[in-house]
């Protein structure tokens, strides 16, 4: 665990967020999605203040263990949880949790609907079915479920859902997204034709959401936009604030000559100047990948030095830089800036996604509401 080098959440820009999306879609109840720790947040105190505070009745889990978690730490939680890709509905002692508990699964394969609909302890579980519409990682396509058709018009759908795989692209008439669209509307209607009732639909994601793109559905599932970050990058239109600031220290700092080894291996210093030491390594989430990003300290330009290793990382800067930078100063690698966060991630090739699922366990997470 670590003191000095924490990630403090704001719960407050979390809220203000959430309201944001509704305007974008006024009609539709929004599912967040708190999967992944919440992307890295913390998964209860997140569902807790989503579902006391924003009024949430549904929540969005990856799979059945976390939303295990959140029933055991919030017995009392008033609010419904989907888990969305890992079931565990073939484990026979596992799936008894859909059965005593406020979870549901989403099927979306053959074999999963197979079984709940034979399965009569199952009888009175809402159904919610998911379409492949070209995404081809997990869904039905047609072909898949129309063999379902006449027990699916006994029970009804109670949420039949896509996902889209390229939102995060600016949407153009015809492109993949609109094609997806397309491919969920032609199935709803074979369903509704041949009888089967479907009670609710969702199609949006974050960056489907940020565009305004189905969000006629009855539910919107919104993840990274959330917790700040936007999908759509180029350009950004989200204007969420950044849930997270990710804080650590000046541990040390030294001036170094041209050609000074630092670290492991073999990185020599391009030209004199000032290195910070700090202690948040790989084995925190700072990947080693990261070498070479670009920060902003206190108003002066540096970047990551040579190899990080598990727990510091070393910042260069130019010499003069040493009288604004000192030990135990603090350091933000990102802020409440969502641009920020955006920024580090262009820089290496990758997504905000990853850069806060990645923060490990030993990291403190610290809540504030405003």
Not at 182 to 187: A, G, L, P
Not at 271 to 296: C, Q, R
């Amino acid at each position: 665990m670590r003191h000095s080098t924490y990630l403090e959440v704001n719960l407050g820009h979390i809220g203000s967020n959430f309201e944001k999306i509704q305007e974008l879609a006024p009609r539709a109840e929004i599912v967040p999605m708190v999967k992944s720790n919440a992307y890295g947040n913390g998964m209860v105190p997140i569902a807790q203040f989503l579902v006391r505070d924003c009024g949430v009745k549904k929540l969005g889990c990856g799979t059945l263990a976390e939303a295990l978690h959140i029933t055991e730490e919030c017995p009392d939680m008033k609010a419904d949880l989907i888990v969305y890709s890992d079931t565990e509905l073939h484990d026979s002692d596992l799936r008894q949790a859909y059965l005593n508990l406020n979870i549901t699964p989403v099927l979306a394969q053959p074999r999963d609907l197979e079984l709940v609909l034979k399965d009569p302890t199952f009888k009175r579980m809402p159904l919610i079915v998911k379409l492949n519409t070209g995404m081809n990682r997990l869904g039905f396509t047609w072909e898949e479920l129309e063999p379902f058709v006449p027990r699916l018009k006994e029970r009804g759908i109670e949420h039949l859902m896509t996902h889209f795989a390229r939102s995060s692209d600016v949407l153009k008439p015809g492109d993949k997204t609109h094609r997806q669209m397309d491919e969920f509307n032609k199935v709803r209607t074979a369903l509704l034709e041949a009888g089967v009732e479907i009670r609710g639909t969702s199609v949006s994601n974050s960056g489907a959401i940020e565009q305004k793109f189905g969000v006629e559905e009855t539910f919107v599932r919104p993840g990274l936009m959330l917790y700040g970050p936007p999908s759509v990058t180029d350009p950004i239109s989200w204007n969420g604030a950044q849930c997270s600031r990710l804080v650590t220290k000046v541990l040390s700092s030294f001036h170094v000559k041209k050609g000074t080894p630092v670290g492991y291996g073999v990185n020599v210093t391009p030209k004199d100047g000032y290195m910070v030491v700090v202690p948040i390594g790989y084995g925190d989430g700072m990947f080693t990948y990261f070498s070479g990003t670009k920060l902003n300290v206190n108003g002066c330009d540096g970047y990551i030095f040579g190899r990080i290793s598990m727990d510091v990382a070393y910042i260069f800067f130019d010499p003069e830089v040493s009288s604004k930078i000192k030990v135990d100063d603090r350091i933000e690698i990102w802020n409440h800036d969502n641009r920020v966060i955006t920024d580090i991630a262009t820089q290496n090739k990758t997504i905000a996604y990853q850069l806060m699922c990645g923060i490990s366990s030993r990291i403190p997470r610290i809540y504030k509401v405003k």
